[in-house]
């Protein structure tokens, strides 16, 4: 990984919502404009339900493989991603957006408009760091900017999760101040999940031995994983076989949350869209949340994860 890079990087998604939400069924319509911009990165994937219908200006990563720079969602997209591995049997090295990058950003944005900036965990990625240090640049020009910048201490659906959470807060007319103290109240309530079907990347990306990564796959081990409170990734637990996996990935869902009647659930999925199906359908059987949506995971969380990965997340009791 890249120096600037602690385990995961990120690529820059820029939201402008012009969006309306339907409290009775959860259901995104066009709308009249918000007063808050809100602002992530490319640590966040962002279901369709919501990015469809929202203005998206994207600041690319950067991916490198041995022969040639990407600028991924711009001239790598996720095919040629996993063909690329597939060919080099490498994972690319990322490098984050710079400060300048989040200053140019958030420059773009108008002064009389807030901006929220809801950033990849700081626990991951120097994304924080940066996002932080562009508001600074900014600031320092045009200090009557509002801008404020949220570790959510989550990546993927997390983030994407949190965004869910700002926009409905924007919709019931909170005001900034008290849109920041909610998301950053709600950052401390956030379950991210994580269940990986095979060990390679980890291997790959040298965050496990390899011949650890072999005793693991002749023994069929799967990991589950969590985001910590700190905002890092850890390992909850290791189960052998696949549908052991899945059944404990489900399970951990009611150690977390008892109700979940007026939660969402947000899940990504790395290159596997009929798993990914299969095992949201058991979680809706199981659990009867207000809303579920599924999305696949972008280049820079598949680089961890790997193909099949699962991950998901909601709000805690």
């Known amino acids: 990984m890249s120096p600037c890079i602690k385990k995961i990087t990120n690529l820059k998604l820029f939201l402008l919502f012009n969006t309306r939400y339907n409290k009775e069924t959860t259901n995104l319509e066009i709308g009249e404009s918000m007063t808050i911009q809100l602002m992530t990165d490319g640590g966040a994937d962002?279901?369709?339900?919501?990015?469809?219908?929202?203005?998206?200006?994207?600041?690319?990563?950067?991916?490198?493989?041995?022969?040639?720079?990407y600028k991924s969602g711009v001239d790598l997209d996720l095919a040629t991603f996993y063909k690329k591995i597939e060919e080099t049997k490498e994972l690319p090295r990322s490098a984050a957006p710079s400060p300048n990058d989040f200053y140019e950003a958030y420059k773009q944005v108008d002064p009389s408009t807030p901006i929220i900036m809801l950033s990849l965990s700081g626990g991951?990625?120097?994304?924080?760091?940066?996002?932080?240090?562009?508001?600074?640049?900014?600031?320092?020009?045009?200090?009557?900017?509002?801008?404020?910048?949220?570790?959510?201490?989550?990546?993927?659906?997390?983030?994407?999760?949190?965004?869910?959470?700002?926009?409905?807060?924007?919709?019931?007319?909170?005001?900034?101040?008290?849109?920041?103290?909610?998301?950053?109240?709600m950052v401390k309530h956030t379950a991210t999940l994580f269940v990986l079907k095979t060990l390679e990347n980890l291997v790959l990306g040298g965050r496990l031995d390899k011949v650890k990564g072999t005793i693991a796959k002749t023994l069929n081990i799967k990991l589950l994983m969590k985001g910590s409170d700190e905002g890092?990734?850890?390992?909850?637990?290791?189960?052998?076989?696949?549908?052991?996996?899945?059944?404990?990935?489900?399970?951990?869902?009611?150690?977390?949350?008892?109700?979940?009647?007026?939660?969402?659930?947000?899940?990504?999925?790395?290159?596997?869209?009929?798993?990914?199906?299969?095992?949201?359908?058991?979680?809706?059987?199981?659990?009867?949340?207000?809303?579920?949506?599924?999305?696949?995971?972008?280049?820079?969380?598949?680089?961890?994860?790997?193909?099949?990965?699962?991950?998901?997340?909601?709000f805690k009791d």
Not at 137 to 165: D, H
Not at 262 to 289: G, P, Q
């Open 232 to 314: 890092t990734i850890e390992v909850s637990e290791k189960v052998r076989g696949d549908k052991k996996s899945i059944r404990r990935f489900v399970e951990q869902i009611g150690e977390y949350a008892k109700s979940v009647e007026d939660k969402i659930l947000v899940m990504t999925h790395c290159n596997a869209s009929e798993r990914a199906k299969a095992v949201l359908s058991e979680i809706k059987e199981k659990y009867t949340f207000k809303s579920t949506y599924l999305t696949e995971m972008g280049p820079l969380i598949s680089t961890y994860g790997g193909e099949g990965a699962l991950v998901i997340a909601f």
């Open 46 to 69: 962002i279901p369709k339900e919501l990015s469809g219908i929202i203005d998206i200006k994207t600041i690319p990563l950067y991916l490198n493989f041995r022969d040639q720079q």
């Open 124 to 185: 991951l990625s120097s994304t924080y760091d940066n996002a932080v240090a562009g508001k600074k640049l900014l600031l320092e020009e045009e200090p009557n900017r509002k801008i404020e910048v949220i570790n959510t201490k989550t990546a993927s659906c997390g983030q994407a999760l949190m965004l869910f959470e700002a926009y409905q807060k924007i919709q019931e007319n909170y005001s900034f101040e008290e849109i920041v103290s909610h998301l950053n109240k």
